[in-house]
């Protein structure tokens, strides 16, 4: 079966501008993770979702962070007028529940803001 | 607030000699742990993971790691390193009581030299 896929692979955006990511989890999965990953450090966790809610939210960095999953499966993380600090890999990952179950991570979006 | 260690950011091995990479974790009940191992431009794919077990946990292309809750730590190894080892790799917790988060180390870059 499919993984977890992410669109865009790549999005180059001018600060200021908004962007949207999207991940697509695997099928069945409840649980749906965001990460950042910067350039030489590990993934820094920003949301997750259990089913259409928001479960914990605690990671996102400030208020021009967003992400909704408005049918319990794809989710999309939304960043408003972006700054060259947002530049990172966003990776998600998605499981069947949360805790001792694995996490299934995305090839993940590489975001760069000029 | 959980943190993880891991101690030499990289790590040189020749091939067929143990690679031996660290993680320490600091958390106030044993948490889940996981080992996942990041291909350059690839997801993170998981390697092996503990959750309440047998302390000694064997993962996937010959690796393991045991759990020492008297040391904290879950360090990982693998008797004979091969050049496909070569990666990054990255040691997470999962706290079992609360929240789902992952949360990760700074990650180890493995060279393998023939």
């Known amino acids: 079966g499919a993984g977890v896929s992410q669109t865009p692979s790549n999005k180059v955006t001018e600060k200021g501008k908004y962007v949207e990511l999207r991940c697509d989890p695997i099928?069945?999965?409840?649980?749906l993770y965001w990460y950042r990953q910067s350039l030489g450090q590990g993934p820094e966790f920003l949301i997750y979702?259990?089913?259409?809610?928001?479960?914990?939210d605690s990671g996102l960095p400030n208020d021009r962070f967003f992400a909704v999953r408005p049918e319990g499966s794809v989710s999309t993380l939304k960043i408003q007028r972006t700054e060259r600090g947002d530049s990172a890999v966003y990776l998600c990952?998605?499981?069947?529940?949360?805790?001792?179950?694995?996490?299934?991570f995305g090839p993940g979006t590489r975001l760069t803001v000029t | 607030a959980q943190s993880v260690t891991q101690l030499g950011s990289h790590v040189s091995v020749s091939e067929g000699a143990l690679v031996l990479l660290r993680c320490n974790y600091s958390?106030?009940?044993?948490?889940?742990l996981f080992w996942y191992v990041q291909y350059p431009n690839q997801g993170l794919q998981l390697l092996l993971k503990?959750?309440?077990?047998?302390?000694l946990v064997k993962g996937i292309n010959g690796f393991e790691a045991e759990f020492k809750k008297s040391e904290t730590s879950f360090h990982l190894t693998k008797p004979s390193a091969h050049m496909s080892d070569a990666a990054e790799y990255f040691c997470a917790v999962s706290e079992r009581n609360a929240g789902n988060m992952l949360t990760f180390g700074g990650g180890t870059r493995l060279m393998v030299k023939p």
């Open positions: 099928s069945g999965h409840t649980a």
């Open positions: 979702f259990q089913g259409t809610g928001a479960a914990d």
């Open positions: 990952a998605s499981s069947r529940m949360g805790g001792e179950y694995e996490q299934y």
């Open positions: 503990y959750t309440s077990a047998a302390t």
């Open positions: 958390s106030s009940v044993p948490p889940y």
